[in-house]
């Protein structure tokens, strides 16, 4: 057996401290496994004082990042976050002769193409697996598992804060502002929580699921991104009676036409497992051309689940005891992501074809069903099921109603002749519908 791989941690956080505690306790299991021991020489921490739940004894404790990333290591954990200081520090232990594990979705997604290829240069690793899904080894699965697959599709619940919000609407009745703040008391949620609800934490980890799965650069830019201020009550309550659960997904779909890339909040028919998929829960369902519908399910966030993930990235880069990595980062070889058309089509929300979810509030009056559904037939939109709320005020009824099949500039087009209307109100609600067929 060499000697041991030794590991600085910049940042002893929640995600940290596992490490540290995960590597501690199955330190024999791990070494078995990695051919050689794992061991945390060094780490940098913001506040020296902080209580810790983690023993420090053995590891030199630095008050700056930079201390860590010059110190005697083979192998940078960079758990701070961000994208400016996190990326220099990247940078800088490349350049030293390190391999780098990073937890750090954003990073990955907006500035990961210069940095892989950085690393790669240098013959040196660059792993991410904890950036996406925590404790669920995701990007393992597409990189390697089912490297034989032509990938047509993913989608999946990426974003535990969201998913944890939507089940308490949905199971307890909550409002959306009590689950987000239980969300933040149960450490779920970024520092700035509007990453979460607005979908831009699940775009990230989207970009990166999708690189790995089509053989793309990183493009974050290409996402589109829609938050969870959409979804009132109502409509978690006439989704249910519908047949759906409203979930936040991310999806990726590429066709001959492109590669679309969305987050959004969207109707999953209530028997699928992402529907059944829980609080904070993470769930990713790869659909592949040999292997058919593939579900994984795990724990998103939280200390323990994402350090199994870092940790299995480190026992990678103790195995390859100094020499190349043989897997490439985005799962693709250089040459092949390079030999991707530049701009890689992408296609606009207005092309992406969905079914639709629609809730109208309208005046109780003979002629309304008609009026909507000439409307939707004109543009050659299918109702596929319908549900009208009688009156509770003696005055509006609401209607829900889920479509067929169709692009969102035919959708739009329809919707705007259906404001138009004189018996529609403001208030309309329109979420997208995934049944994976
Ligand atoms: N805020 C993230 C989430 C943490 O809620 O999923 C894990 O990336």
């Given at each position: 057996m060499s000697g041991p791989l030794k590991v600085g941690i910049v940042g002893l956080g929640t995600v940290g401290q596992g490490v540290v505690r995960v590597l501690q306790k199955n330190a024999a299991a791990i070494a078995a496994r990695a051919g050689r021991a794992i061991v945390v020489t060094d780490v940098s921490v913001r506040n020296a004082a902080a209580s810790r739940d983690c023993s420090l004894a053995g590891i030199r404790v630095h008050a700056t990042p930079e201390a860590v990333v010059a110190a005697d290591v083979d192998v940078i954990c960079e758990l701070i976050g961000g994208t400016d200081l996190a990326n220099d520090l990247i940078l800088a232990a490349l350049a030293g002769g390190k391999s780098v594990v990073t937890a750090n979705k954003a990073l990955i997604a907006e500035k990961g193409n210069a940095l892989i290829a950085d690393a790669q240069a240098r013959g040196l690793s660059l792993s991410f697996e904890a950036a996406v899904a925590g404790g669920i080894p995701i990007i393992k699965v597409l990189r390697e598992?089912?490297?034989?697959n032509a990938i047509d599709s993913l989608a999946g619940i990426i974003n535990g804060t969201s998913n944890y919000i939507l089940t308490q609407m949905t199971v307890k009745g909550q409002s959306f502002a009590d689950a987000l703040k239980d969300a933040q008391k149960l450490g779920y949620a970024e520092a700035d929580p509007t990453f979460d609800v607005e979908g831009i934490d699940a775009a990230h980890k989207l970009t990166i699921l999708a690189s790995i799965a089509?053989?793309?650069?990183?493009?974050?830019?290409?996402v589109a991104t829609e938050g969870l201020?959409?979804?009132q009550a109502q409509d978690i309550q006439l989704a249910r009676e519908l047949g759906y659960r409203i979930k936040s997904l991310g999806i990726a779909k590429r066709s001959e036409q492109g590669v679309e890339l969305r987050v959004h909040p969207t109707l999953v028919p209530d028997d699928h497992l992402l529907a059944k998929t829980d609080g904070a829960l993470n769930a990713v369902r790869v659909h592949g051309n040999a292997v058919g519908q593939t579900v994984y399910v795990g724990r998103g966030a939280g200390g323990e689940p994402t350090a199994s993930a870092v940790i299995a990235d480190l026992v990678d880069i103790a195995r390859l005891n100094g020499a190349r990595p043989v897997v490439p980062a985005l799962g693709f070889t250089a040459a092949a992501l390079a030999a991707q058309?530049?701009?890689f089509p992408i296609l606009g929300i207005e092309e992406i074809e969905s079914a639709y979810y629609l809730r109208l509030t309208v005046a109780d009056e003979p002629g309304v069903l008609r009026a909507l559904t000439t409307i939707l037939a004109d543009a050659d939109i299918s109702v596929e099921a319908i549900l009208q709320k009688e009156p509770e005020d003696h005055e509006d009824a609401r209607i829900a109603i889920i479509t067929s099949v169709v692009s969102g500039s035919r959708f739009d087009a329809a919707l705007e002749r259906i404001r138009a209307l004189p018996f529609v109100r403001a208030d309309i609600s329109r979420l997208r519908v995934e049944h994976f067929e």
């Open positions: 598992g089912l490297t034989a089509f053989g793309t650069p990183l493009n974050f830019a290409a201020s959409k979804v058309p530049t701009p």
